[in-house]
């Protein structure tokens, strides 16, 4: 079916279709109508979950925590502060190696106060273990929030679906709603790996010591480094699987097929630009326009940040002359992290590429695709590298 | 009242709890855990934050404890019991009994917050607190229900200035249906306290207060002799708050009309209370006074 909404009802929809068995969630702008849709789905019963509305989002992403380890899929969302209050439980979920979804309405961190996009928040989470997707429409929040489920309960990892807040979340776009059977055929129920259960009891997440220890049969359970070291490898091993899931994932809905970064006319650009979330749709009116004019420029969309798909990235890099990353986002003191981790990508490969970094839109400040057309097109034009300082686009000081 | 109470006699054999679990010599908590376990039964599902619990239970792989339990963070408790209680409806299991476990820190300070919503929300679980009035598990630093004046390693000279912090009283202020004290020196009315609070619909709160030997200065073998003595003087009282009704139980019902023991007794046994002054024992004598004349005048139907 096909409809026209806003992105977080297309979120909403997602939720509803994977089969989603309980719903924490605590208000935060611009998440709210997210939280909203879904209440009003499982209240008029349209959605049978159990909804609850905690008091703080260290609440709602604990029962999802809970109601993980207890069997049940389980969803939440937030934006912003509220993803920072539950940074303590987001490596929770991660460490016990659960699959929630949770979808990160993109906003800029307080202080000061903003409610407007910038990727800032979801990025300063970016070590706390969690699979981070970007979604550039309406269209790829609803696959992406089904496609997230599969992923997690593929590599027993939680996922973060982050699309931008206001520019996504607020505005209507038209988007097809995939079918229920279809999407069960792709998402089977969730069977988890172990549960709390009294026929079965165990004791989970209990301490544990650095170094390895046998168990009261003699089999040899890991210490801490090494349940670390197996997130990792597994982390590392969810590359493949989202390339995986996306072929599934196309076979049944058509869609899909460039899973790790969407190209808009890279394939002979000598010329490329990097970016995340709405600005890579946004980029492609610039390269429309400088195509026209005969620069050989195109964009890269990242669609998936953490794993890092470095092999992919680099890959389509190669032998580029010019690579401009485009990004609403800085590691303070430094630069911006995409930035950082492209550049960590390219080391080793032969043709290094000159590279730039631009920081742009944070807290909301408008981005003009006059000012993106701009920079772009003198950047290709000096055709040199700055590889640690990060200009700043629309900044009035 | 007209439920039976138990007695060592009729009280189920069966045990949950392991021997040989890392608990302290003379733990409070462990004659607590022991006979609560015994009244949750074996379709329960524990929900245990950061705590002695915690070690009580053991190091992974090896568990001390025959029930499920979920570890979960410091301030989480009663989020992820809720979160718990979500799955067991969603999969419609309602029978499973969800019970937070938690100590007086993880209740009274960093988990009060999840705990009000948890209460707020109505959500159908049984939160224990033992209360041994001190982040033992860290090495006896105050804590919310940390009595006043006591010496712990952040109160090292003076004392707790400030008073402890009535959370029984804050949680009925939920206006749940349940909310209950015990102490682990009485163990049976603890157990008939548990018992009680699972055939009741909603949130229900038990407040046990747990004698730690390491942590309040005493030897271990005196663990149920204390635990009695802040019963005795009036410090620590036992009662139910049954749909609003409040009422003393036990051995503190039975006090009432009776002369309690000076609380001076209960604070010569102890190390925590070295730094107290007559002057300061007098002050707390005249509160304990003060309270147990409302006891008296609830009981006569006063007020």
């Excluded at chain 2, 060592?8 to 045990?15: A, R, V, Y």
């Amino acid at each position: 079916m096909h409809i026209i909404e806003a992105g977080n009802v297309a979120a909403a929809m997602g939720v509803k279709l994977a089969g989603v068995q309980v719903v924490a969630a605590y208000p935060i702008t611009p998440q709210t109508p997210l939280t909203e849709k879904l209440s009003e789905l499982v209240d008029s019963r349209e959605m049978d979950a159990q909804y609850i509305p905690v008091e703080s989002e260290h609440s709602a992403l604990s029962v999802c925590i809970a109601a993980s380890s207890a069997g049940s899929r389980a969803f939440t969302a937030t934006s912003a502060n509220g993803l920072l209050y539950m940074n303590e439980q987001l490596h929770w979920a991660a460490g016990a190696r659960l699959p929630i979804v949770m979808c990160v309405v993109n906003r800029g961190i307080g202080a000061p106060w903003t409610v407007w996009n910038d990727h800032q928040d979801a990025m300063s989470q970016r070590d706390t273990g969690w699979i981070q997707l970007y979604c550039c429409d309406h269209q790829q929040i609803i696959d992406t929030v089904i496609q997230a489920f599969a992923i997690a309960e593929t590599v027993r990892a939680p996922v973060m679906v982050c699309y931008d807040g206001y520019i996504l979340s607020h505005t209507y776009m038209p988007f097809d709603i995939p079918d229920q059977a279809d999407v069960e055929k792709f998402l089977p129920a969730f069977t988890p790996d172990w549960a709390l259960n009294p026929q079965c009891p165990a004791n989970l997440n209990t301490v544990t010591l650095p170094e390895p220890r046998a168990d009261v049969r003699g089999n040899t359970a890991p210490g801490y480094m090494e349940i670390r070291h197996n997130l990792h490898t597994d982390l590392r091993r969810t590359i493949d699987v989202t390339a995986d899931t996306d072929t599934k994932f196309k076979d049944i809905f058509g869609r899909g097929g460039q899973p790790f970064i969407e190209s808009y006319f890279c394939d002979d650009a000598e010329h490329v630009v990097v970016c995340m979330g709405s600005l890579s749709y946004q980029m492609r009116d610039v390269i429309d326009e400088l195509r026209k004019e005969g620069v050989s420029v195109g964009v890269y969309g990242l669609r998936l940040y953490r794993p890092f798909p470095d092999r992919a990235v680099a890959e389509a890099l190669d032998g580029r002359k010019n690579v401009l990353v485009f990004e609403k986002a800085l590691s303070y003191g430094y630069e911006g992290p995409l930035f950082s981790d492209i550049k960590a990508a390219l080391y080793g490969t032969d043709s290094l590429p000159k590279i730039r970094n631009f920081i742009l839109g944070l807290g909301g400040r408008e981005i003009r695709t006059r000012a993106l057309y701009q920079a772009v097109k003198t950047a290709c034009n000096e055709n040199q590298s700055k590889p640690h300082e990060p200009d700043f686009i629309g900044l009035k000081l | 009242m007209a439920t039976k109470k138990t007695t060592i006699l009729n009280l189920p054999e069966e045990e949950y709890v392991h021997p040989g679990n890392r608990a302290c010599a003379g733990c409070g908590l462990s004659i607590v855990y022991k006979t609560g376990l015994k009244a949750l039964g074996r379709d329960s599902i524990l929900v245990v934050p950061p705590s002695c619990l915690t070690v009580l239970q053991g190091l992974y792989p090896i568990a001390a404890t025959q029930l499920p339990c979920l570890n979960v963070t410091f301030a989480s408790t009663a989020a992820a019991a809720t979160g718990v209680l979500a799955a067991m409806r969603a999969q419609k299991r309602p029978d499973v009994q969800v019970a937070a476990w938690a100590g007086d820190g993880g209740t009274s300070d960093i988990g009060l917050q999840a705990l009000s919503g948890a209460c707020e929300r109505g959500e159908d679980f049984i939160f224990i607190c033992y209360d041994n009035e001190a982040y033992m598990n860290t090495g006896v630093q105050r804590s919310g229900t940390t009595p006043q004046h006591v010496l712990t390693t952040t109160t090292p000279f003076t004392g707790k200035h400030q008073r402890k912090k009535d959370v029984p009283a804050i949680i009925a202020a939920h206006g749940i249906d349940y909310v209950a004290t015990a102490s682990a020196a009485y163990p049976l009315d603890f157990y008939d306290k548990v018992v009680k609070a699972k055939s009741i619909p909603g949130p229900k709160y038990i407040h046990v207060h747990t004698p730690c030997p390491a942590g309040w200065g005493f030897s271990p073998r005196y663990t149920v002799k204390i635990g009695r003595m802040a019963v005795e003087t009036g410090l620590f009282d036992l009662y139910e708050r049954e749909k609003g009704q409040f009422r003393l139980t036990g051995a503190s019902e039975k006090m009432l009309g009776k002369k309690r023991k000076p609380v001076a007794e209960y604070f010569i046994t102890q190390n925590r209370f070295k730094g107290m002054d007559e002057e300061k024992i007098q002050s707390l004598q005249a509160e304990v006074d003060e309270k147990w004349a409302g006891y008296e005048k609830i009981a006569q139907g006063v007020c």
